[in-house]
Each structure stands twice: as structure tokens, then as C-alpha cells.
């Protein structure tokens, strides 16, 4: 009976905790921007452009939002909310036992796919993406922080992050260049955060890799030889 009791107090700990600090155990925003300036330097076939990154808790608010650039104007405006979305995205279709990237989703909702209509299930709360003060954006206080962005994107760039105990924790969205870039520069991102212990996924190599082929793939963006080659060049997915 006290085992029983123990347990069920332990439970209710966990959730006052997550529910106390939901960002619990997530990457600060320096952590998030120094890893997104160095993944964004590498080789991802893309246009060589900087970036947005994004990170939200497994409740959904928004933990962190940083750019890679000398300003907040250094990468497409539009790409701060569809980071935002992405992670979102990646977060809201994960499970512990199966990690589905934003890569992933392209197929199944398109016309005739078995998730079409996904991408509109659930809308971007535009008072949240677009309020505050523009300066902040990026920023330790940007608006986002807080508060839950909704929305579905379906396209290379966001990642569930799983830490060492393979417990799903939020997720990342990345955005700011071709969307197969923007995939190859969150998993640099995941890597290097050592958030990236993912249990299984429908992706390439079973986990929740991109893959240019398939009922769970998305299409080439620029060049398929040497977008097939950043692929395969990403590093392994960690083991818990």
C-alpha cells in the first residue's frame, strides 16, 4: 500500500513540475543559438542562408526562439512563425515510442494521402505569433516564450527531442532555407544538444530521417544529388 501510495505521490510530483517550469530540462536560448549558428556553418545543401530556430516543451509552449544572423533581419521574416510551427508540428505527432519528423508528413497529406487535411487541424494562434515588439525577436524575451503557437507544418525542419533517458521532452523547428536544409540543419542541431535518443520513426534508417522516397517522403528542394549525399552524411541517431 505505501509502494502504491509512493508511486502515485511521485506521478503527481512530476506533472506539478512540468506544470511549475514546462521548460524544464530543454536547451537555453544560448544553448539553442550557439548550436544553430554551428550547424547553420556546415555543409546542408541548401542556399547557405541564415536561419530560425525554435524550441517547445512536450506541453506545447514556446521555450526559446533564436536566429543565426547579425539581426533579427539577416533571415526571412516569415520563417520566426514557421519555426515556431514547425517544432509545434513535431512536437504535437510525436509519442515516446515513435518520433515523426516534420519531413516526414509531406506524402500522407497531400490530395488522396491518408492524413490529408492534417496540415489544417490545428492553426497558428496569430496572437501569439505576432505580438510583442519586433526588436525582441530572437531575443531571450521574445513573445513567443511562453505561450503555445499552435500549428501544423508539413515539411522538412522539425525534430521531437528525446534526452538520454529516451523520455520525449519537446521538440525543435528550424527554418530560414529550403526545407531539406532546414531538416539537415535541425538534425545538426538535435545532435549537438545531445537531444537526439530517438526510439523508432517511419524515416530512413527507422528513425525520423527525411527520405526522398516512399508513402513518408517529401521531395528533393534543390539538388537531389547533393541533398541525397548531406543526408547520408548526418550523423546516427544516439542510443539510450
Same mark, same amino acid.
Request: proline share 5%.
Given at each position: 500500500?505505501?509502494?502504491?501510495?509512493?508511486?502515485?505521490?511521485?506521478?503527481?510530483?512530476?506533472?506539478?513540475?512540468? @506544470?511549475?517550469?514546462?521548460?524544464?530540462?530543454?536547451?537555453?536560448?544560448?544553448? +539553442?543559438?550557439a548550436?544553430?549558428?554551428?550547424a547553420?556553418?556546415?555543409?546542408?545543401?541548401?542556399?547557405? +542562408?541564415?536561419?530560425?530556430?525554435?524550441?517547445?516543451?512536450?506541453?506545447?509552449e514556446?521555450?526559446?526562439?533564436?536566429f543565426?544572423?547579425?539581426?533579427?533581419?539577416?533571415?526571412w521574416?516569415?520563417?520566426?512563425?514557421?519555426?515556431?510551427?514547425?517544432?509545434?508540428?513535431a512536437?504535437?505527432?510525436g509519442?515516446p515510442?515513435?518520433?515523426?519528423?516534420? *519531413?516526414?508528413?509531406?506524402? *500522407?497529406?497531400?490530395?488522396?494521402?491518408?492524413l490529408?487535411?492534417?496540415?489544417?487541424?490545428?492553426?497558428?494562434?496569430?496572437?501569439? @505569433?505576432?505580438a510583442g515588439?519586433?526588436?525582441?525577436?530572437?531575443?531571450?524575451?521574445?513573445?513567443?516564450?511562453?505561450?503555445?503557437?499552435?500549428?501544423?507544418?508539413?515539411?522538412?525542419?522539425?525534430l521531437?527531442?528525446?534526452?538520454?533517458?529516451?523520455?520525449?521532452i519537446?521538440?525543435?523547428?528550424?527554418?530560414?532555407?529550403?526545407?531539406?536544409?532546414?531538416?539537415?540543419?535541425?538534425?545538426r542541431?538535435?545532435?549537438?544538444?545531445?537531444?537526439?535518443?530517438?526510439?523508432?520513426g517511419?524515416g530512413?534508417?527507422?528513425?525520423?530521417?527525411?527520405?526522398?522516397?516512399?508513402?513518408?517522403?517529401?521531395?528533393?528542394?534543390?539538388?537531389a544529388?547533393?541533398?541525397?549525399?548531406?543526408?547520408?552524411? +548526418?550523423?546516427?541517431?544516439?542510443?539510450?
Amino acid at each position: 500500500m505505501h509502494s502504491n501510495l509512493l508511486s502515485a505521490l511521485l506521478v503527481v510530483s512530476s506533472f506539478t513540475s512540468l @506544470a511549475a517550469d514546462p521548460c524544464a530540462g530543454l536547451p537555453t536560448h544560448a544553448q +539553442l543559438k550557439a548550436a544553430l549558428v554551428a550547424a547553420r556553418g556546415q555543409d546542408n545543401g541548401g542556399f547557405n +542562408l541564415d536561419m530560425w530556430g525554435t524550441l517547445v516543451s512536450r506541453t506545447g509552449e514556446v521555450c526559446a526562439v533564436a536566429f543565426t544572423g547579425k539581426n533579427a533581419t539577416a533571415q526571412w521574416p516569415g520563417s520566426r512563425v514557421i519555426s515556431a510551427q514547425k517544432a509545434n508540428t513535431a512536437n504535437a505527432f510525436g509519442l515516446p515510442g515513435l518520433a515523426l519528423a516534420t *519531413a516526414n508528413l509531406y506524402s *500522407a497529406v497531400q490530395p488522396g494521402g491518408s492524413l490529408f487535411g492534417l496540415q489544417e487541424s490545428n492553426p497558428v494562434d496569430v496572437h501569439v @505569433a505576432y505580438a510583442g515588439a519586433a526588436s525582441a525577436f530572437g531575443q531571450p524575451g521574445d513573445p513567443m516564450v511562453g505561450k503555445r503557437i499552435g500549428g501544423v507544418n508539413v515539411f522538412g525542419g522539425g525534430l521531437a527531442l528525446y534526452d538520454k533517458a529516451g523520455e520525449l521532452i519537446g521538440a525543435l523547428g528550424v527554418s530560414g532555407d529550403s526545407s531539406c536544409a532546414d531538416h539537415a540543419i535541425a538534425w545538426r542541431v538535435r545532435n549537438a544538444l545531445e537531444l537526439d535518443f530517438v526510439p523508432a520513426g517511419v524515416g530512413a534508417g527507422g528513425v525520423d530521417q527525411i527520405t526522398f522516397t516512399g508513402p513518408w517522403s517529401q521531395p528533393h528542394c534543390k539538388d537531389a544529388a547533393a541533398e541525397d549525399a548531406v543526408v547520408k552524411a +548526418l550523423p546516427a541517431t544516439r542510443k539510450k
